[in-house]
């Protein structure tokens, strides 16, 4: 039985207009002449039938009835913020999908090829030249500014009862048009409501939880906030080095380490993000080149509208509206069914949009000098202490792996369980050159653009995914250069594949074999694949010989 607030609206009812996108569970259309709360344009959601197999009705349907038994307040926040499931979409008795709002326009962007694309979060996990062509140019503040409105809104969510899970930068949004940064959630369906899931949870291959840790948790919301924090800072859509992060704001820096650490309750909640992320947005530096310039930065100061229940609610609309068209979010302070929300205060803190920036405090020379020497001594101690720990190695055994691959005193595998995990992985990346080959020559004819796009982009989260897996191996028995050379191997073919992503938007509104091979974005592609080839020659060379060791399968460097 379908909760007191839980609407539904027969399939025949509506009028579907531009199909808006779709995905592996089902497909989303614009619906005509329908308005969320009599202002937001409407997107219908239908599942495909694999998924409506999978389908948890009754976590639905309590998601639908969610939004309305909310205060307004509260309700009205949701609304602005993320595509809630709104509304039941019946065909007789079977549930068929839901409605929701569209996404409002300031998050979406216009690529140079012309083609309008919502502004999912991957756009800016990419170099800065990448981010500058797609986007234009986004500050160091700009990001700060977006990692705490979505630290704030993430803060609210886990306090409903909400837990996103699957947090992809594909389904989270920004827009930098507004006089603040502002994120928009989708894919809501796929989050949790007090520990149901409409849908079995998912990973994003490259924004995986530690193993063995469930994705359907508070803290795993909190880790893969500090994957964001850290990647968006290093512009790339993998690595987890807080380094480029510490240099814009070392408060901020702490609170990601802490929050990638291994044991879920280490990490920090969002609301300890909120204070150093809003004195980071406050005192960041204007360009990037002056954030490279300004060195390590150190911590200052302290540590760190919804649709209403009844009639209306998808009542029809009393205007035409644009097809697949979206409408900007209702400012604060508008009605919502009549009434008026009270203010509720936002994560910025007040005042205009650019107040005076602090100045990064530098060391003073005389200190630099100190900590120079404190790293030379350093260095020439820990010199002596690994001569030392080397010669006595040399002369006894018992530290050291023997003659049968038995591990030594600082392993728990035998040189033969490293081998065959190892050889696991590589297992799994077989065939994957072919698909991606195939593509790029379909790419050069100017065929089937976004079928390519989608196998470079699937290519490139697989082997984001295979970098985490293999630096979670423990390979001490085996060749110092294996796993460096398989890291740089998988590594550098990503970026060649996102760099084809990039192509594919580069020559999208006008395509010649020309224009492919011309763009800026395929001369990255070819040099990212040329260092790629490199390294997997160099691995498949020490690897081979292990192989034949244990009976192993050998590789060609093609197979990688």
């Known amino acids: 039985m379908t909760g007191p607030g839980a609407a539904r609206i027969a399939r025949s009812d509506l009028m579907l207009g531009t199909a808006l996108g779709g995905g592996g569970q089902g497909k989303v259309w614009a619906v005509e002449k329908r308005l969320v709360n009599r202002k937001w344009p409407v997107a219908y959601k239908e599942y495909k039938p694999d998924s409506q197999g999978q389908l948890r009705i009754d976590a639905l349907e309590r998601m639908v009835a969610f939004l309305p038994e909310r205060p307004l307040p509260v309700g009205q926040w949701l609304a602005e913020h993320a595509a809630w499931p709104a509304a039941l979409v019946t065909e007789g008795s079977q549930v068929r999908g839901f409605l929701m709002r569209q996404i409002p326009d300031e998050f979406f962007i216009t690529l140079p090829s012309g083609d309008r694309k919502a502004a999912g979060f991957e756009f800016l996990l990419n170099s800065l030249s990448y981010v500058n062509m797609m986007v234009g140019s986004v500050t160091p503040r700009q990001v700060f500014g977006l990692l705490l409105s979505f630290a704030d809104t993430l803060e609210r969510l886990h306090g409903l009862g909400v837990v996103v899970g699957d947090l992809s930068p594909k389904n989270l949004l920004f827009s930098l048009s507004g006089p603040r940064p502002s994120c928009f959630l989708i894919d809501c369906d796929a989050m949790g409501l007090r520990g149901d899931w409409v849908l079995k949870p998912v990973q994003t291959p490259g ?20 994957l964001l924090a850290v ?3 290093l512009h790339e859509q993998h690595g987890k080095d807080a380094a480029a992060l510490r240099r814009m704001d070392g408060a901020v820096a702490d609170l990601a380490e802490r929050g990638l650490s291994r044991t879920p309750t280490d990490r920090p909640a969002f609301n300890d993000w909120l204070d150093p992320l809003r004195r980071a947005f406050d005192s960041a530096p204007e360009t990037w080149l002056a954030a490279a310039q300004a060195g390590p930065q150190t911590a200052t100061g302290p540590t760190a509208g919804a649709p209403t229940a009844g009639p209306g609610l998808f009542g029809t609309a009393t205007g035409s509206t644009r097809p697949g068209g979206s409408r900007p979010a209702t400012p604060r302070g508008t009605t919502v069914g009549g009434q008026v929300p009270p203010q509720t205060s936002g994560p910025f803190p007040s005042g205009p949009f650019n107040p005076p920036r602090s100045t990064p405090q530098r060391v003073p020379s005389s200190g630099r000098a100190g900590s120079v020497a404190f790293w030379i001594v350093l260095a020439i101690i820990a010199l002596i202490v690994w001569q030392i ?5 040399s002369g006894s055994s018992g530290g050291s792996s023997d003659s049968t691959g038995q591990p030594g005193s600082g392993s728990t595998d035998t040189r033969t369980e490293q081998a065959t995990a190892l050889h696991t992985l590589l297992a799994q990346n077989a065939d994957r050159r072919r698909g991606v080959s195939d593509a790029v020559q379909s790419m050069m004819n100017c065929s089937d653009l976004q ?7 699937d290519a490139a989260d697989a082997r984001a995914s295979l970098v985490e897996k293999l630096d979670a191996l423990t390979l001490d028995q085996l060749a110092d250069d294996l796993a460096p050379d398989l890291h740089n191997a998988w590594q550098r073919s990503e970026e060649a594949d996102r760099a084809y992503v990039r192509v594919v938007d580069d020559v ?4 010649s074999t020309s ?5 800026s974005a395929w001369q ?5 694949s040329a260092d790629a080839t490199a390294a997997k020659k160099d691995f498949v060379a020490v690897w081979n010989p292990v192989a034949r060791e244990f009976g192993l399968k050998t590789f060609a460097w093609s197979d990688l």
């Open 207 to 226: 924004w995986q939880l530690p193993d063995g840790e469930a994705p359907e948790t508070p803290e795993g919301d909190r880790y893969k906030f500090a």
């Open 231 to 233: 990647r968006l800072f």
């Open 389 to 393: 720990a080397t010669h006595s190695g």
């Open 451 to 457: 079928e390519n796009r989608q196998v470079f982009e």
């Open 508 to 511: 999208s509104g006008d395509c």
């Open 515 to 519: 224009a492919v091979t011309g763009s």
């Open 524 to 528: 990255d592609a070819v040099s990212a």
